[in-house]
């Protein structure tokens, strides 16, 4: 998949908006590709709103974080990828497989099962659940 390679220039922005969300899918040293699903965009958006409502940052800092981001999209440093009918297929086949054992929920599954089935390199987040539940497939993490 030559076309999913990007070389991600605004890593800058990148790492500060990963800051402020706690968990993002974004490239580690050794990884070689960007994507973020579709709902993934949902989830900075929201994670915005609830630092602000948590008072972690400011509704200004928050504004200018989601700027970035959406900058970032626009410039091609995401690339989003829609939830296919393979991704939820695999998603809820890991939920059998998982969720009696790890206590995994949907949009970890969700995160892990894209991944899987887009053949991404590696998963950064740092998101516990969602780790446990790459560690247990033996999936790179940041």
Same mark, same amino acid.
């Given at each position: 998949?030559?076309?999913?390679? &990007?070389?991600? %220039?605004?890593?800058?922005?990148? %790492? @500060? !908006? ?9 490239? *580690? ?17 929201? $994670?915005?709103?609830? @630092?602000?409502? @948590?008072?972690? +940052? =400011?509704? /200004?800092?928050?504004? =200018? *974080?989601? =700027? ?22 695999? $998603? #809820? #086949?890991? =939920? @059998? #497989? ?8 949907? %949009?970890? &599954?969700?995160? +892990? *099962? /894209? ?7 590696? !998963?950064?987040?740092?998101? &516990?659940?969602?780790?446990? &539940? ?9």
């Amino acid at each position: 998949m030559a076309g999913d390679q &990007l070389s991600v %220039a605004s890593q800058g922005r990148v %790492a @500060r !908006i990963f800051d402020l969300t706690g968990h993002l899918t974004t490239p *580690a040293p050794n990884c070689r590709r960007l994507l973020q699903i579709t709902f993934g965009e949902l989830e900075v958006v929201n $994670a915005m709103g609830l @630092r602000v409502f @948590r008072r972690e +940052v =400011s509704p /200004a800092q928050a504004e =200018s *974080a989601l =700027s970035e981001f959406e900058k970032d999209l626009r410039d091609g440093v995401f690339q989003l990828r829609g939830l296919t009918d393979p991704i939820l297929e695999r $998603a #809820q #086949q890991l =939920s @059998r #497989q998982t969720a009696g054992k790890l206590g995994t929920r949907t %949009a970890d &599954l969700l995160h +892990v *099962a /894209a991944a899987l089935e887009l053949g991404v390199d590696c !998963i950064y987040s740092f998101d &516990l659940h969602q780790r446990k &539940l790459a560690q247990t497939l033996r999936l790179k993490l940041n």
